[in-house]
């Protein structure tokens, strides 16, 4: 059966292909693109050109209008390229009439990152849910991957072959979506085994957008050698460790990262993953600051954490990393144009709605470990008042503790 992802070990040349509409104007349909071009990179593509067509909505049979649809073909003629990206979910219809236009591979978002999930999961059960997903995306596409049937005439007794095939495919697919999703089951319940066995300690799971450095934080905390890169997605399987504050223990969780316009069939598949998001007793809300459109990355977590954890109500801190990379310009005296995000200093942001969170807010760099001490004596805090709610014959322990001297004897403890 023809696969949809991309296998080439060699990198791709690409076109990105995104919208303008009346609910996304342009800058935010570049910001989109250029997020599609770091995806498309991290997949081991090579993009050279992006397109955006302004239109009220996305073309039913083609995405794009007619002429922007020309507009590429000539420059994939000339460039000679291979694969063309669009920035939103395709239809089947969608699909199969580009690929005709283009005579090259097309992809959407959704495939693009089916295919980083892939080439990223290591556990056994990263890998079931992600073929999972990649099923579910293929099951109303296969009529597309039977181009070979075309070339037969029509008339009676033509017809047959080629439906039996997509029916007896679908049947397979079927089977197999129902096999995977047992499987995720077992490995369901054995997960849940495994957190019972963990005992009553606290837990602290970090969330955030993808690539905010949460893998980064968690081998400062933890001492840990999870692995982390400058990649979209560099972690999938959750990770558990064991972190001492002081006298103090917890579990600290890393998650996968969140993404605009995250698949359907990723977010069912992986709900069982953020089952650690759901038992958390605190969430580490991970924020890249440098970020252009970190308040709209803020959103996009904290909706799939209502949508898939249901976890709006736990306790949470907002942990604003990469200070180091933050970068302002400041305006000229002349200039009358309003302020935008770009003109805030740090300082001034910290001074924003930042400041009315108190203490559910910090500013730190994981990179240059900037304020990480910080980050560690408020997790301290919020740990142990979680700690003795659950365990109030401890209380006194933890006064003994911090009644102890700078120098840190603790011998008559």
């Not at 977590?301 to 949470?316: F, S």
Request: with cysteine.
């Amino acid at each position: 059966m023809k696969e949809f992802i991309l296998t080439e070990e060699v990198n791709e040349r690409a076109v990105l292909v995104g919208l303008i509409t009346p609910t996304q104007n342009e800058a935010k349909a570049n910001e989109y693109l250029d997020e599609l071009a770091f995806l498309a990179e991290t997949a081991g593509a090579e993009p050279v050109k992006k397109f955006l067509q302004r239109i009220d909505q996305p073309n039913s049979v083609t995405f794009v209008g007619s002429g922007k649809l020309a507009e590429i073909k000539a420059f994939v003629e000339e460039n000679e390229i291979g694969l063309v990206i669009c920035d939103d979910e395709l239809s089947p219809k969608q699909l199969k009439n580009i690929e005709q236009a283009l005579q090259v591979k097309i992809l959407d978002r959704t495939s693009l990152i089916l295919d980083i999930f892939a080439k990223r999961a290591q556990t056994a059960h990263a890998k079931t849910q992600v073929e999972l997903a990649q099923y579910q995306y293929l099951l109303p596409r296969l009529t597309r991957l039977w181009t070979h049937l075309e070339r037969q005439r029509g008339g009676i007794g033509m017809r047959g072959p080629g439906e039996t095939q997509i029916e007896t495919d679908r049947r397979i697919i079927l089977d197999k979506i129902s096999l995977l999703k047992q499987e995720l089951k077992h490995i369901d319940r054995q997960k849940s085994i495994q957190r019972k066995n963990r005992g009553k300690m606290v837990r602290v799971a970090l969330v955030g957008y993808t690539n905010v450095g949460k893998s980064t934080l968690m081998n400062l905390l933890s001492k840990s050698e999870v692995f982390a890169e400058n990649k979209l997605f560099a972690t999938l399987d959750t990770t558990v460790r064991k972190v001492i504050i002081d006298n103090l223990p917890f579990l600290l969780t890393d998650t996968v990262g969140f993404i605009r316009k995250l698949p359907t069939h990723l977010v069912e598949s992986f709900k069982s993953t953020l089952d650690e998001v759901r038992e958390a007793d605190l969430l580490l809300h991970i924020v890249d600051i440098s970020h252009p459109a970190f308040e709209e990355q803020i959103e996009i977590v904290n909706k799939t954490l209502y949508e898939v954890c249901n976890a709006t109500d736990k306790p949470m801190i907002l942990v604003f990393n990469k200070i180091d990379a933050y970068k302002h310009v400041e305006k000229e005296p002349d200039d009358l144009s309003p302020r935008t995000r770009e003109n805030i200093s740090l300082d001034e942001l910290k001074e924003s709605w930042m400041s009315r969170m108190h203490e559910n807010c910090i500013f730190i760099s994981a990179r240059e470990r900037s304020n990480i001490e910080e980050l560690k004596q408020l997790l301290y805090q919020r740990v142990k008042e979680i700690h003795i709610t659950r365990f109030p014959y401890n209380d006194f322990l933890f006064e003994k503790y911090d009644s102890l001297d700078e120098s840190g004897n603790s011998d008559n403890f």
